[in-house]
């Protein structure tokens, strides 16, 4: 006597266990680095933009600090995307223009993709204004240029087209490669599905391409033939075009009115220092503490001597959302800006972040000084 079983099935499921696993040892390993990665990424970043303030308008180094800071920016936006894979990120939305987003990865990636491979763009004059999140667009254009490159394996010209199109923005990205077959370009979009071979390819690529575009308010067409090449052609809402407001300047010298006092509070030394620093060019009256219970220790000597809290989310001990519980309950005037290195609302509950002004590094200097800015600026009150 025999007996088969056909266990095809259960190996698939098996094999998916293992990836499911794998993705949350990924998620969670991200979650512990991207605090201290971040923090460093500020630094970079704020230093940068320190020493480029300090430059005559015709130094030649002027460019490579300019050059610094994009990069730490986009390193930030990297941590992002894994932490936004691992933990299902909400998006966050916001103006930007587009034709500078495009521009600005085409040339960091135009050399990493491959000596045969040519990115030759053409894009508008002129502002392209949409909303949505800018890291996540980034890693729209990455799939969709890796992907172009992939199917061109001898080189090739990948052309990258952005066009407005009221009511909107469309954004083109067409490659000379194998081209796609019939039968299977209406399943490119699902995840884990991938023509590419083993250890090529995850198949989540055009899937979280697909999900950005998507959750943005857009919509991406696809067409294809095999031996000529592969168009993805993103639309997304085009905004009204309006100025944009002037950002900060860390070498403004304008007095904050009235000397306004601040407490930065941060167990990173690097990061208090950086920011201290900015907060001094701009004359406000800072004082510093290392910790929560160090700051809830200062404030209580003074009588609750401050303007605004700036605290970190994540410190040992008294972490930002349990300081700032206990300094709305002692000081309810006092104004919160909390930061933290993490990409997810994880670190505390959505209940406890939406009471305060949140603030995701890395983050240049400007964005914090805005950010400090409108903290301290009147509430408004309706009748």
Known sequence: LGALTDISELRTLQEQYRHAQRMEAIGRLAGGVAHDFNNLLTVISGQADLVRHRLPPNDPNLRA????????????????????????????????????????????LSRSLGSGVRVETSLPLGEVPVEA??????????????????????????????????????LEVRDEGTGIAPEVLPRIF???????????????????????????????????????????VVQLPLLAEAARPAEASVAGTTAAAGRRRVLLVDDDDEIRNLLEHALQARDYDVQTAPNGAAALQKLTEQGG??????????????????????????????????????????????????????????????????????????????A
């Open 65 to 108: 600090m300019e050059a610094i800071q994009s990069a730490a920016m986009r390193a930030g936006a990297i941590t992002q995307q894994l932490l936004a894979f691992s933990r299902k990120q909400k998006l966050q939305p916001r103006r930007i223009d587009l034709a500078a987003q495009v521009r600005g990865l085409c040339q960091t």
């Open 133 to 170: 999140d800018p890291g996540q667009l980034d890693q729209v254009l990455l799939n969709l240029l890796v992907n172009a490159r992939d199917a061109m394996p001898d080189g090739g010209r990948v052309a990258v087209t952005l066009r407005r199109d009221p009511p909107w923005a469309l």
């Open 190 to 232: 699902e995840p884990f599905f991938t023509t590419k071979g083993q250890g090529k390819g995850t198949g989540l690529g055009l899937a979280t391409v697909y999900g950005v575009v998507k959750q943005s308010g857009g919509d991406i067409k696809v067409s294809s033939q095999v031996g000529k090449g592969t168009s993805f």
């Open 305 to 382: 001597a401050a303007d605004l809290l700036v605290t970190d989310l994540i410190m040992p001990e008294l972490d930002g959302a349990a300081l700032a519980q206990r300094v709305g309950e002692t000081w309810p005037g006092m104004r919160i800006l909390m930061i933290t290195g993490y990409a997810d609302d994880e670190v505390a509950s959505a209940e406890t972040l939406g009471r305060y002004r949140l603030l995701r590094k890395p983050f240049s200097l400007p964005q914090f000084l805005e950010q400090v800015n409108s903290a301290l600026q009147p509430a408004e009150h309706t």
